[in-house]
């Protein structure tokens, strides 16, 4: 089973022609709420990818705000171990999206900052531990320090980013980051190839939006091109990634093919509004992967060069 740790929020979106600057107003459309938060997501991207059940440890406050997201997470036959706060509301997002699919977010964490590390359960039957940084980073670190003692995978997606403490990043065996995350990490301005090789982590996999993604094993690379889509909405496609990627890993698929299956899905929930309503089903991410040509050699070689990765050195 794959455990999910992380936040709940309660998503409200408008849309609207451009994010607006600081200090400009933007005239909007209409108004939606979506259930959403970076761990909800991620669990249940992990629970629609099939295969491994998926469990989910979160908090959410005794409000009206938790319901929509316990009904999708329940729908998406997520198990959940809800933490709930007495006087905390259930973590909001305020998300604007813009015309060119683009988004700006901002998350009061409320509920979310009551996870604790007390509130891990027995870890007995657990492959993989996936969390991100919406939670306090107190718990992120106690979690993947108890995980990795009893033998499970952990697999961080270091988002929002932050500095990560020198134990936190000794427990983890993946690390799932987008460009802007992982020049915060690795502390360097340089190529994504340089920037991967200075994360202590055995396992590094950099999302590159449009372009597609590459990962770091050990010392060897692999570039997995993106999937042409038109996209609506880019929000929760990189949690749509994370939560594929740990369920392709849990089933024992290779790094090339769950790099493919989560691309594929997070492409696809690039092209619906709102957060867990735009992530696929398995069948779905099934279907578009067969209708996909193979990667040519010319777009491997230009993520390659993207990645500064010298002719030679990936696959
Ligand atoms: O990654 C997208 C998510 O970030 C949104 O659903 C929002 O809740 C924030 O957590």
New binding site residues.
Partial sequence: MILVAG?S?L?FVVQAHHIPAPGETVLGRDFKTFP???GA?QAVASARAGGVATSFLTAMGNDTFADPIETSLHEASVLTHIVRSEDQPTGT?F?CVSDDAENA?T?APGANLALQAEHLPNLQGISHLLMQL?IPLATVAAYAGAARQQGVCVVLNAAPVQELPAALLESIDVLVVNEGELATLSRHNGTVAECLERIAVPTVVVTLGHRGSCARLNGTFLVQPAYPITPIDT??A??TFCGSLVAALSLGLTMRQALQSAGAAGALACTRLG?QSSIPKMAEVADFLARQPAASADALDTLGAYCGLPAGTYS
Avoid: F
């Fill in positions: 936040s929020n998503d959403g938060g970076k997501n997002a998300i977010i998350v919406e929000t929760a990189g949690d957060a």
